[in-house]
Every structure is written in structure tokens, then in C-alpha cells.
């Protein structure tokens, strides 16, 4: 009775794992018809038994399924798993391990390629969508490179556009991350240099931020947005000797440039040289009459400079009646200058309060009053 009974058990082992290859075998069928529904359903309780779930063919067919799936423009399929890219990247991952005859090697290998690239579409997609969703394109390219990896393939375009979009998500670990690992691969693309400067700026690292585009200068020295974007920094960190040979070097590269002129104008208003800030603002607004902060700026600088000169006259002593006088009348002169670049300025931003005040007290002191009229009515329409 005992030795039937272990026949009898022998048998139902062994036709237990005849039907889950049988079910795998009809999986198979059913992806070479196009039943990727009826495929899934077969193939999947093949990977937990253990007849099937160590062989390498189980997975094979698996990745084969599920690619299928994610590739399908039939939408019912489409909708059987919104993972399948992912799914389809492991059961490959699980070939290479169990396949130690490399009977699967060479088309894993292939089908990888295509599913990286996938991967690769998944982050364009998401990219380009409006509003953009950078967090999802990121880890699609961060997928894209890791599957590229793992057949021996360093993807650099999928590793910078991981950094861009790592980036637009303000994720500025992983785009330090992969912006660095694109420079030190020698990816030709200035745009890394200005980007990571960008990020150490918004981390409040001046210093590594100048360091990166002196490295990208290095390697691009003709290229005008670095040149640019170095100024910058030393504008605002208010390194004017520095930040002024960089655009001497900006307007020999882009003459008509009037951004680079008007630039040239602030940094020379800063370091106190009137007489250079009015020379490149003149230029700036030569190029661009329409340039609102150069017509504006223009404007100021002149009435600071006529503010000088009324201050320099009310010091000296009351018997000093002809030098006050021509202080003052030479005040005045100044200020006269400065009325088209100011009328100009709030033409072309009727909405700027600064611009019409400093408007309101030149009329003022000149007795320009039906001009005066008309400025404070506009203010009034702003209040």
C-alpha cells in the first residue's frame, strides 16, 4: 500500500510540472498570436512554481510578454499593466542570471536595447508634456541610462537629459549628479558647465559656481554664454575688476550686442566712472532705443549726477552767490539731459512708479508744470 501511494505521489509531481510548462508553452503561443492578454495570464504562475520559476526560458518568454505589451497600440492591452516597461527589464535581468548557456544572450541583449529605449521616449514624453512633468522624465532617462548599463552601454545624451530634467524638478542632487558624470565622460555640451554654476548659485556657492564656468571657459573659451555667465557672478558678488575685463571681452565678441553694453554701463556706474556708465548706456539704447532699463538707468545716472551737484552747492557759504548759481544752473543742464531717457523709459512701462516720481520731482524743479500736471495724474491712476 505504501509503495502506491509514493507512485501515486511521483505521478501528480510530475505532472504538475508537465502542466506549468505546458502553461508556459501556451503563453508562448498565445504571444506569437497577438493574445497578449491571454499570454500574461498563462505566463505569470510560471515564475513562482518551482519547476518553471528557475528556468531561464520562464523569464525570457516573460520580458517577450510584457514588452509586447508596453509596444502594443492595441489600448486594451496597453491598459494590462502600467508597469510593463519595468516588468519586461527585470524578467530579462532574471535571463541573464539563470542563463548560463547563454541560450537567450544574444536576443535579451537586443530587447534590452529596445527598452531602454522606451525608457528613453518615456522621458521625452513627459518632458514635453505641458505643464512638464520633470520628476517622472528624470527617472525615465535615469531608467533609460541604468538599462544601458546593464548590457554595457553608456548612454551620455540619456544621462544629460537626466540632469536637465533633475534640474527643472529643483532636484539638484541627482543633476549635480549626472551633470558631473556627462563632463568628466567629456559630453560636448557648454550648457552642462552654465547649469551645475546655476545650481551651486542656488545652494549659495559663489565659489564653485565661478570654479565650474572658469573650468567650462577653459574648454570653450569662445563660448559667449559662459563668458556671460561668469560676468554675471562677478557682478553680483561684486568682483567689478574681473567682472569688467570679462565683458570688455563680451563687446569685442558681440559688438550690438545692447544687453553687453548696458552691463558695461552699470558695472562702470558702480565702480564710480560716470563718464564710461553714460558712454555704454548711450550705446545700449543707440542699438535698442526701446531698451527700457538702459533708457531708464541713462536717466538716473543723470540725475545723480545733477544730485551732486545741487549738494555740492548748497555747502558752500551763503556769500558764495556766484558759485551756487552756476552749480546750480549746471544741476539743471544735467537734469534737462536726463528727461528724454526718463520720458522715454516710462513710454515704454507706463506702469513704473519709480520712473514717474523721478519724472515728477525734475518737472518740479525746473517749473515744468504742465508737465509736472501730467504726471502726478498718472500716478493718481496707479494709486
Sequence with gaps: ???????????????????????????????????????????????????????????????????????????????????????????????????????????????????????????????????????????????????????????????????????????????????????????PQPLLYNSLATIHIEEGDTTSAIAILSEGRKKYPDNFNLLIAETNIYLSSKQNDKAMANLVEAVKTDPMNPTIHYAVGVNYALMGDVAEAEKAYLKAVEINPDYFEANYNLGALYVNEAALSIEEANKLPLSAVQEYDALKVKADDILRKSIPFLEKASALDTTDRSTLLSLKEIYTRLQMYDKMKEINDKISELE
Design 1 to 187: 500500500m505504501k509503495k502506491v501511494t509514493l507512485l501515486l505521489t511521483t505521478i501528480l509531481i510530475v505532472t504538475a510540472a508537465f502542466g506549468q510548462k505546458a502553461l508556459r508553452t501556451t503563453a508562448f503561443n498565445n504571444l506569437r498570436k497577438g493574445e497578449l492578454d491571454k499570454a500574461l495570464q498563462n505566463i505569470e504562475p510560471t515564475i513562482s512554481d518551482a519547476s518553471t520559476m528557475n528556468d531561464p526560458k520562464t523569464w525570457f518568454y516573460r520580458g517577450n510578454i510584457y514588452l509586447q505589451i508596453q509596444m502594443s497600440e492595441n489600448s486594451d492591452y496597453k491598459a494590462l499593466d502600467n508597469n510593463a516597461l519595468l516588468k519586461a527589464y527585470d524578467s530579462y535581468q532574471k535571463v541573464l542570471e539563470l542563463d548560463a548557456k547563454k541560450e537567450y544572450y544574444t536576443e535579451t541583449f537586443q530587447n534590452l536595447f529596445i527598452i531602454s529605449e522606451q525608457f528613453y521616449n518615456e522621458g521625452v514624453k513627459n518632458f514635453t508634456l505641458d505643464p512638464p512633468n520633470y520628476a517622472m522624465a528624470f527617472k525615465a532617462f535615469e531608467t533609460s541610462v541604468m538599462v544601458n548599463e546593464s548590457f554595457g552601454s553608456i548612454d551620455t545624451l540619456a544621462m544629460f537629459n537626466a540632469a536637465l530634467s533633475a534640474e527643472n524638478a529643483r532636484d539638484f542632487s541627482n543633476a549635480k549628479l549626472y551633470y558631473t558624470k556627462v563632463k568628466d565622460m567629456g559630453y
